[in-house]
């Protein structure tokens, strides 16, 4: 009997491990999505600004397509970041919701700031240093909350490398700082999105 009752239990076990394995892939794959979104918007939407200081592509249209792919992706960061979890009740799905609206919340709050900075003089040159930078600190840090959130060391390694670069790139200069960014922002989304859908294959 009571080898009945130990092999009900390590069924009961795999159950619920089964189940929560299940969970997790469900609430990781769309956050392979989500960099590979990043990914093209960086690479492309800085690349468009690098283009433009070399006076190679018009810099209305390079704002209007950085623009366009930057907010694309934080409404995609808020929708997916507010879905991750969506089964659940209670604090985790308070945290998911919290943390997509997050996204929206900080991106209009740093493109505020720089609107203050340019109504008081801040030039256009200096500009074009800070909003970069802005944005990469500003998904640097909503990062590093998902990783403490989730537990997700993909979440924390891009979120310490982001605000690495965030912090490195005013040193280079206008153009050369867009151009890392580009960059950067390729390699950093890219390796998250790969390193991310490798571990649901496990």
Known sequence: MNENISADARD???LIDGQQ???DRENRLPVVWLYAIWAFAWLVGFLALYLAVLGVFDPVAAGIVFGVLIVGSI???AVIGSRIGRGLRGES???GAVY???WSVCSIAFALLGFGLLSQGMSGDLA???FPSAYALMCGTLYLAGAALWHDRVQLVLGLALLLVGCVA???????NVLVMAIAGGVIFGAGAIATATSLRR
């Open 75 to 77: 409404v995609a960061s």
């Open 93 to 95: 799905q308070f945290a």
């Open 100 to 102: 997509g609206i997050s």
């Open 12 to 14: 009961m076990l795999d």
């Open 128 to 130: 074009g240093i800070y």
């Open 170 to 176: 005013p040193f280079l200069g206008l153009g050369i």
């Open 21 to 23: 394995r299940r969970v």
